[in-house]
């Protein structure tokens, strides 16, 4: 049965049988893998020569799951459950070997076999729910059966996965194998005579052991049904027979594939991956490894920008204008990591391993040696100008030279040297050691082993990177500008505070636009504001009256004494009211609809005016940016998807009526929007042609 370019092959060992999967990249489990799976075992059944049978992956991980890129089409014969039955149902011991990762399926279909073993760096999981369904093949009621329910609990409402070494102390895996697998996985097989009955670890704490679970998991998790549902399975798990069980999570695994959560989830599944491909920079393009980098500026942004690197063993040199500076902002990063360990995020030991990979200097010439030099000072020209002229004549010749600027024109910092090809923007979001996200700002003269190395460094520091053109505000910023200007209007008609961050934070975000506010800092809003000669009644008049958000407990809201949480504040009423009164503006209220709407819908104009620029180079890009940078939820799948699941048209009527209401060109459906919208598409059937183009 051994044939090449066979997805699935068997072949006898002395009286054991190979199942070998090769399905690249990650074995998936597609109908072609069912089919072939089904096949072998059954012909290792019916082999009398056979007594036990390994099952085994080539390429780089075990099964990673189902084929995800079938969901939503018909389901083709034989289903993962007919395979699973088949296994379980062996007389033959079926042992699993894992290595890479067992995700999803792949780890259902290995907890169907009677025994496991694995290589040390193999890792087991069932991270569905972060695709908005759940383990569908039997993963929630076997699991719990085999590591116990409070660590099955963890691993399927989290979606996270467990190394070799825990999976053998809690059962789910029955030896590790340091050498060879496929030789230590036959020898195990010739080692066990017979099948193992699934173990049951069943025990049930308390009575309100999943209600309390579910509470703390709905407060964590909010607004996502899938994770409610998981523990609804292994609730079903405990207290129904196995085979209701198995029912039960059929049932609520195919209300969750066939709902709106999702679809959106699978879709930014895909989105994220997509992220990584740069069309025009070939993946064997010259990609620099940075070992040593520096940061200018130990201020908000430096700090954090610089822990990035101390955190994955990068040694980092910051520089600062004064010993003042520079020591006020190592405090900071040094707190942080205490912060950190207090929390139980890092071990108290490192954090002075990590402080002495930051060296903290005020001589330019320090990092004359470093790869990478990112800076992060004042969002002022000149003086960025300057410092890029600087660097011109320290720097070694292929160093990489990032700006974290998050507004200013990168060319025109570029143009500041003799080097253009050599600078990138790398715009970090606050708190850069934690928000995941990284728009790579693309100079007109940017290489492509820059822009590579780039993309790579990103995934070094952890970070999902987006590559986006130069712009005002690149795109989460250009966009997230739209709504201040609409949220500021929503003010000034007779909305509140507290009535439009509500809006948002049911929508799923966070926070809304003006406890974000607050958390940025008014200040920052007021300089940026200066700088342009434009004006935001409401928010220059609580600037004017000193209230500069958290840090003077006092902006849009009103903040307790060690206090974060935003209070709803009369002074501020007060002020709002003045400011309509003065612009003659009648109040009224306002429909939380019609808010959603006027803060949702001129980001989504302006991200199709974006496209239209090709200052991003998918719609799916700027959902990406969105999630990781500003906190959208992700079972919404972006702006950009959101819009298409809304459709187009209706978007671009009311853009138009609240572009007239207002007299708002700004608010003037887009190109792009106008033309998807009267060919009755959408924005990733637009983005499919240009894939296809
Ligand atoms: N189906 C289809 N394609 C997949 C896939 C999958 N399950 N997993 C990965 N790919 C593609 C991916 O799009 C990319 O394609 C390439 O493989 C490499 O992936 C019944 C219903 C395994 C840890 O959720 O977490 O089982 O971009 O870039 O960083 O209960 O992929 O190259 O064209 O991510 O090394 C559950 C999903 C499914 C695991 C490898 N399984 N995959 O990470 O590579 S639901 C998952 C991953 C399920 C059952 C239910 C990661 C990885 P392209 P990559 P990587
Ligand atoms: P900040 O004011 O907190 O820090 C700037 C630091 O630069 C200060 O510590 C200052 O001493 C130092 N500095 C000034 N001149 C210097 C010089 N010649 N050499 C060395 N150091 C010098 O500012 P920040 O909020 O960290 O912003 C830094 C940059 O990051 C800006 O371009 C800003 O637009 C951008 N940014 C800020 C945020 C944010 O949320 N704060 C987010 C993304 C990007």
């Known amino acids: 049965m051994t044939e090449a370019g066979q997805i699935v092959t068997l072949e006898r060992v002395g009286a054991i049988g190979v199942l070998t999967v090769n399905n690249p990249p990650v074995n998936a489990l597609s109908h072609g893998v069912r089919s072939g799976l089904k096949a072998g075992l059954d012909a290792a059944g019916a082999d009398q020569a056979i007594s036990g049978l390994v099952l085994i992956c080539a390429g780089r991980t075990f099964v990673a799951g189902a084929d995800i890129t079938e969901f939503g089409k018909p389901m083709k014969e034989p289903g993962l459950a007919a395979i699973i039955e088949t296994i379980e149902n062996s007389s033959k011991p079926v042992i699993a070997a894992i290595h890479g990762t067992a995700l999803g399926g792949g780890l259902e279909l290995a907890l169907a076999c009677h025994y496991r073993v694995a290589v040390p760096d193999a890792r087991c999981g069932l991270p569905e729910v972060k695709l908005g369904i759940l383990p569908g093949a039997g993963g929630t009621q076997r699991l719990p059966r085999v590591v116990g329910l409070a660590l099955a609990l963890d691993m399927i409402t989290s979606g996270d996965p467990i190394g070799a070494k825990q999976a053998r102390e809690t059962g789910l895996v029955d030896e590790v194998i340091a050498g060879d697998l496929k030789t230590g996985a036959i020898a195990f097989a010739e080692k066990v005579v017979r099948v193992r009955e699934m173990s049951d670890k069943l025990k049930v704490p308390d009575p309100d052991f999943f209600k309390n679970y579910k509470s703390t998991l709905a407060k964590r998790r909010r607004g996502l049904e899938a994770p409610q549902a998981c523990v609804d399975a292994v609730e079903a798990a405990a207290t129904l027979p196995f085979d209701q069980g198995l029912k039960r999570e059929r049932e609520l695994f195919t209300r969750l594939l066939g709902g709106e959560q999702s679809k959106a989830q699978r879709y930014f599944f895909f989105a994220e991956r997509e992220a990584n491909k740069i069309?025009?920079?070939?993946?064997?393009?010259?990609?620099?490894?940075?070992?040593?980098?520096?940061?200018?500026?130990?201020?908000?942004?430096?700090?954090?920008?610089?822990?990035?690197?101390?955190?994955?063993?990068?040694?980092?040199?910051?520089?600062?204008?004064?010993?003042?500076?520079?020591?006020?902002?190592?405090?900071?990063?040094?707190?942080?990591?205490?912060?950190?360990?207090?929390?139980?995020?890092?071990?108290?030991?490192?954090?002075?391993?990590?402080?002495?990979?930051?060296?903290?200097?005020?001589?330019?010439?320090?990092?004359?040696?470093?790869?990478?030099?990112?800076?992060?000072?004042?969002?002022?020209?000149?003086?960025?100008?300057?410092?890029?002229?600087?660097?011109?004549?320290?720097?070694?010749?292929?160093?990489?030279?990032?700006?974290?600027?998050?507004?200013?024109?990168?060319?025109?910092?570029?143009?500041?040297?003799?080097?253009?090809?050599?600078?990138?923007?790398?715009?970090?979001?606050?708190?850069?050691?934690?928000?995941?996200?990284?728009?790579?700002?693309?100079?007109?003269?940017?290489?492509?082993?820059?822009?590579?190395?780039?993309?790579?460094?990103?995934?070094?520091?952890?970070?999902?990177?987006?590559?986006?053109?130069?712009?005002?505000?690149?795109?989460?910023?250009?966009?997230?500008?739209?709504?201040?200007?609409?949220?500021?209007?929503?003010?000034?008609?007779?909305?509140?505070?507290?009535?439009?961050?509500?809006?948002?934070?049911?929508?799923?975000?966070?926070?809304?636009?003006?406890?974000?506010?607050?958390?940025?800092?008014?200040?920052?809003?007021?300089?940026?504001?200066?700088?342009?000669?434009?004006?935001?009644?409401?928010?220059?008049?609580?600037?004017?009256?000193?209230?500069l958000g958290q840090k003077t407990s006092a902006g849009y809201y009103h903040y307790e004494p060690g206090s974060r949480a935003p209070l709803p504040d009369p002074d501020v009423e007060r002020i709002i009211i003045e400011v309509s009164k003065q612009l003659g503006v009648a109040r009224k209220p306002i429909p939380e609809a019609e808010i959603l709407e006027r803060l949702v819908y001129p980001m989504i104009n302006e991200g199709a005016k974006i496209l239209e620029e090709r200052m991003a180079l998918r719609a799916s890009d700027i959902d990406v940016i969105w999630v990781y940078g500003y906190g959208w939820p992700i079972y919404r799948g972006g702006p950009m998807h959101y819009a298409d699941s809304i459709g187009l048209k209706k978007i671009a009527e009311r853009l138009s009526e609240y572009a007239d209401r207002f007299n708002e060109p700004a608010l003037k459906p887009a190109a792009l929007l106008q033309q998807l919208a009267r060919e009755g598409r959408g924005f990733a059937d637009w983005q499919a042609s240009a894939k296809a183009a």
């Open 279 to 547: 069309p025009d920079v070939p993946g064997d393009t010259a990609v620099k490894t940075i070992r040593k980098a520096a940061v200018i500026g130990a201020g908000t942004m430096g700090g954090g920008i610089a822990m990035n690197f101390a955190n994955v063993g990068i040694p980092v040199t910051v520089v600062e204008a004064t010993q003042a500076a520079l020591d006020r902002g190592l405090g900071v990063v040094r707190r942080n990591y205490e912060i950190s360990a207090s929390r139980g995020g890092m071990a108290a030991e490192d954090i002075d391993k990590r402080m002495a990979l930051i060296k903290g200097t005020t001589d330019y010439g320090a990092i004359a040696d470093t790869d990478l030099v990112i800076e992060a000072v004042f969002e002022d020209m000149a003086l960025k100008k300057e410092i890029f002229a600087k660097l011109d004549g320290i720097a070694k010749p292929d160093a990489v030279l990032a700006t974290n600027t998050s507004t200013l024109d990168v060319n025109a910092i570029a143009a500041a040297t003799k080097r253009p090809e050599s600078v990138i923007g790398l715009h970090f979001f606050s708190p850069a050691n934690v928000m995941r996200l990284l728009e790579i700002v693309r100079g007109a003269k940017t290489s492509k082993p820059v822009v590579a190395s780039s993309m790579a460094l990103a995934k070094t520091i952890r970070k999902v990177p987006v590559l986006v053109g130069v712009c005002d505000g690149f795109v989460g910023n250009r966009m997230l500008a739209q709504r201040g200007r609409e949220a500021e209007r929503l003010l000034i008609e007779g909305a509140l505070p507290h009535q439009v961050d509500k809006v948002l934070t049911d929508f799923g975000f966070p926070m809304g636009p003006f406890a974000m506010g607050d958390l940025a800092g008014l200040d920052v809003g007021w300089r940026v504001r200066q700088a342009r000669g434009t004006k935001a009644p409401i928010a220059d008049a609580l600037y004017e009256a000193g209230r």
